[in-house]
């Protein structure tokens, strides 16, 4: 009996303990245009080197906009919403539970909150639609290629108090210790990242700089570890090496000599590894700049600095984790280069018949991978539509293929558009084998193949680009 009552006694603090790990986000969005929506994991390291996105939950959003996904979580930490087009940052704890309403208009600004974290997300709300919208961001911009440096200066040191005291008004001067450390390192990084975009641009543009506006630069911790939670963080040391890697460029300039673009990954891959001391930040930021040349257009030109970086990466990383992820990643990615047998697929179409991409094998073969709740996507179709009818009677099939999880929506899109040839849905979201072989990040992809069913070019032009000069010019060459 003793070992009964134990065991239980055992069991429901194990069953609270998980409970107060789990974060449930339930809402109801009005006028929805989609019928799923997601939390993304934003910090995972996939998702940073663009490996592929990582998700916590997922819900499919009810006839009435309803929806609710739960998930667990160790520590406080950022998130991102994901709806259709929309994305929106949210700060969760163990134990958060958060009642959201919105809109599909507008639907970041539309967010309110209740429930346990409310105050959080409610601000985060409010401080991206003074600061982070995109009419805010496009100001910023603009001003860091327009202003003096001493206009930018004010203009900058304006925007930084600007957001402390909003933080610490509406928290009416008692913001709570988790939340207050991640906004201020928000706000700081933030700040320090605008004034080295600003350098940048000059260095760049081969505007001479005053070194003394580094000064800033004293009072900023480059190598701080407690800041990996914010993405604003992340920037910062990505510019930061720019900001290496462009003094360099100015100052072989002024001596005379030519500055080879094609090691440009290669030169800021020695940066890294002279320029930071802590272990971690510096093994996250080698594999970033070895994940971004594997996404440049012309890793073919610099595969031999690609294949340098990694072997030196594995002799002073201790992360397997990353290598490993690296090298299936070029491996993917090199599989993708023109001349190489496309990867094959094989989806169930509109009557539920299995279609292979080996089934058009003979003709050029254009793929739009695309998903309903992709506004853009949306906007092309009636470009696809005319460019379809361009080449009717030809050699060339045009294949549509969602990576929607709701089949219903799928079709909605198909038959309200009459889109026409071949259509094929993955219900697997970003999970969708094609993502993965074809190492698609975003949608809409195209993807060109030609009659020998090679890639021509993956990450190929839009309609709207038009691609149908490419398209003729495989057809003429049989």
């Known amino acids: ?12 603090i194990t069953q609270l303990i998980a409970a107060e790990k789990q974060v449930i986000i339930r809402g109801k969005i009005s006028n929805s245009s989609t019928e799923q929506i997601y939390i993304r994991n934003i910090k995972h390291y996939k998702d940073y080197f663009k490996i592929k996105k990582v998700y916590f939950a997922s819900s499919k959003i009810g006839s009435d906009g309803k929806f609710e996904m739960k998930f667990t979580v160790k520590r406080s930490m950022p998130v991102e919403i994901n709806y259709g087009n929309s994305k929106m940052e949210l700060f969760v704890f163990p134990g958060a539970i958060l009642q959201i309403t919105g809109s599909s208009k507008k639907f970041e600004e539309s967010l309110t909150f209740d429930g346990i974290g409310k105050e959080f997300n409610t601000f985060l709300v409010k401080h991206y639609t003074k600061f982070e919208n995109p009419k805010a961001i496009a100001k910023l911009e603009e001003n860091i290629r327009k202003l003096t440096t001493d206009d930018f200066v004010k203009f900058n040191d304006k925007r930084k108090k600007e957001q402390t005291d909003m933080l610490n008004s509406f928290f009416k001067g008692s913001v709570p210790s988790t939340f207050k450390k991640y906004m201020l390192i928000n706000i700081e990084y933030d700040w320090a990242n605008n004034f080295l975009k600003f350098f940048n641009y000059a260095l760049q543009r081969n505007i001479p700089v005053d070194t003394s506006r580094y000064a800033f630069l004293k009072d900023i911790q480059v190598e701080n570890t407690k800041a990996f939670t914010s993405a604003k963080y992340l920037d910062f040391l990505n510019t930061y090496t720019n900001n290496l890697y462009y003094k360099d460029c100015a100052e072989k300039t002024r001596i ?3 500055i080879d673009s094609s090691k440009y990954f290669y030169e800021q891959y020695k940066i890294r590894l002279v320029y930071f001391s802590n272990e971690k930040i510096k093994e996250l930021l080698l594999a970033k700049i070895i994940a971004d040349a594997i996404e440049s ?3 073919d030109k610099i595969s031999h600095h690609v294949d340098r970086m990694l072997r030196n990466y594995r002799k002073v990383s201790k992360n397997k984790k990353f290598f490993k992820v690296l090298l299936k990643k070029y491996r993917t990615v090199n599989k993708l280069a023109p001349g190489n047998p496309a990867p094959n697929f094989t989806y169930k179409d509109l009557n539920g018949n299995e279609v292979s991409l080996t089934d058009f094998k003979g003709k050029v073969i254009y793929i739009d991978v695309w998903a309903s709740w992709c506004g853009i996507c949306r906007k092309e179709i009636p470009h696809s539509k005319k460019l379809e009818e361009k080449f009717t009677g030809k050699n060339v099939e045009f294949l549509y293929v969602s990576i929607d999880r709701v089949e219903k929506m799928w079709r909605k899109i198909i038959t309200d558009h009459n889109l026409q040839g071949t259509n094929l849905f993955t219900g697997d979201h970003f999970d969708s084998q094609i993502v993965s072989d074809y190492n698609i990040q975003s949608v809409p992809h195209y993807i060109l193949i030609n009659q020998n069913g090679t890639v021509v070019e993956n990450r190929t032009k ?3 680009e038009r691609v149908e000069r490419d398209i003729q010019l495989l057809l003429n060459r049989n």
């Open 256 to 258: 005379g000599e030519d």
């Open 1 to 12: 009996m003793r070992f009964f009552l134990l065991f239980s006694f055992l069991l429901i």
């Open 462 to 464: 839009k309609p709207t």
């Open 297 to 299: 257009d012309n890793l």
